[in-house]
Every structure is written in C-alpha cells, then in structure tokens.
C-alpha cells in the first residue's frame, strides 16, 4: 500500500481502506469443521491478513491471538475433538482423513512466526498434521510468498476445506481471497 493509502480511514472490520472495503462480499460459509485460527498478534491489524478475511467467512470459526504480552493463549482444549494441525509436516495427503477431523487448527502469521508458534505451543505437540499437497498459485499475491506451495492462511484453508469438505467450503474463499488480492492492488 502507498503512504496515501495507509493514511486512509480503513473499514473496521475487514481492515481495507474504506474506498476498497471487501465486507459486502464476504460469504458465510457454513461448515461442518470448525476452523481454530491461531494468529500471532502482529497480524491483527495488517490488513493483509487473510486470517481475518476467512474467520469473517467461517461462522464456524474463532481467532485465538498468540504471543500478547502478560496475556496467557485462550486455547481450547484440543483433547475434546478430533483435532488436526494445517501444517507442511509428514506426507502430503490426497484425501481426507478417516474418520474426518472436526477440528482443523491453523497457525497464521508470516512462516517464521508460524514455526516458532508450532515450537512454543504445547497444546500443538501431538496433534496429527494435515499437509496439503502442493498446487498452483496464483500469482497474484497480497504479500510474496517465501517459496514454492507456501500460500496465505485463506488459501490454506480453502485447499484443507476442499479435501475435507468439497468444492462448496473452498470455492467462496478462493472467490474472496481473489477480491481481497484485487482491491488491494486498488488501493495501491
């Protein structure tokens, strides 16, 4: 974004300067799996976090802020569902798990804050991982991915969706990621 755009009055809730606000076309994605997100607290008011844009789609979905000084994590307890961990770690899979998690949590944040809040979080130790498998990217981007297959949270999200739950869960937030991706260059 330009320094002119950074100054602009930005939509409360999607974070977007006002002019490009993306709210009126977020879907409501019903889903059957609930989708823990777990954000480090640097991403909270970056209006490129993704996170965000999916949890405003999910109504089957809470944020948890990770790393707030002098504030302990509000976790769930894990232990209480069929949970799995989106994360690139073990063989990538082509189908969904059996039986299907109900629970998916993702980490969100740049990849190095991802890593470092898989190392620090206890209550991720132990949980199976979900990896994707690598697909296409587009190349439009609301920030530069560090590599090959790495991709924002949404599309994350949208990717685990399509293998758990079909194209209905996945379809919107690809949709919504593209907007997000285009009204950004917008406001650029």
């Known amino acids: 974004m330009s320094a002119a755009s950074a100054a602009a009055p930005r939509c409360p809730r999607c974070l977007f300067p006002a002019r490009t606000c993306v709210c009126a076309a977020i879907p409501s994605v019903p889903t ?3 989708i823990l997100i777990l ?3 640097t991403e909270a008011t970056r209006a490129s976090n993704t996170g965000r844009l999916a949890h405003l789609a999910l109504p089957n979905s809470i944020i948890v802020e990770h790393g707030v000084r002098d504030t302990p994590d509000a976790i769930p307890d894990l232990t209480t569902s069929t949970a799995y961990l989106l994360f690139p770690g ?4 082509t189908a969904a798990p059996a039986p299907p998690p ?3 949590v993702v980490l ?4 190095a804050q991802a890593r470092r809040m898989y190392q620090k979080i206890d209550a991720l130790r132990g949980l199976p991982m979900l990896r994707l ?3 296409p990217m587009p190349t439009a981007r609301l920030r530069a991915s560090p590599g090959p297959g790495q991709v924002s949270t949404i599309e994350a999200i ?16 690809e949709r919504l990621f593209d907007l997000a991706v285009r009204q950004a260059r917008a406001s650029g």
Do not use: S, V
Not at 164 to 170: R, W
């Open 102 to 104: 109900d629970q998916l």
């Open 133 to 135: 498998p690598n697909a």
């Open 158 to 173: 949208a990717r685990a969706l399509r293998l758990l739950e079909g194209e209905a869960a996945a379809e919107p937030l």
């Open 32 to 34: 059957r799996t609930r």
């Open 39 to 41: 954000r480090h607290y």
């Open 90 to 93: 073990g063989p990538p899979r």
């Open 108 to 111: 969100d944040g740049t990849w």
